[in-house]
């Protein structure tokens, strides 16, 4: 809590503002960063990292609704998703370097609307 204190001074965020966002339910800031992002029919996406499901399985979802998964970052590519989102992979490195946004397994699930997460 400290380093969030910290934080939110160095940011010039109101102590006000801070215990408003932490006060937020978890759905309520999930649905407030998926609203920014979106994936589109024919978006290229990247998977790296051991998952917890199978590459082929989320690969195979993938294509079924309508994404393009690929194995290689290039700057036409929309989203990373990772096993270690903060990972310092090759990969990620190259994502972050493009400005490709990297989420991990369950945000890929909300985004791609893959329910249950297996």
Do not use: C
């Amino acid at each position: 809590m400290a380093d969030l204190v910290d934080v939110a001074n160095l940011l010039d965020i109101s102590a006000a503002a801070l215990d408003a966002a932490l006060d937020q339910p978890e759905e309520a800031i999930v649905a407030v960063a998926s609203t920014r992002f979106e994936l589109h029919l024919g978006d290229l996406v990247v998977l790296t990292g051991d998952m917890n499901r199978p590459r082929s399985d989320w690969e195979s979802e993938l294509l079924a609704r309508g994404f393009a998964p690929k194995s290689a970052v290039t700057k036409k590519v929309t989203l990373l998703v990772a096993a270690d989102p903060d990972s310092l992979s090759g990969k990620a490195r190259k994502a972050r370097d493009y400005g490709i946004p990297i989420v991990g397994e369950a945000a890929l699930a909300r985004l791609a609307g893959v329910f249950p997460l297996l």
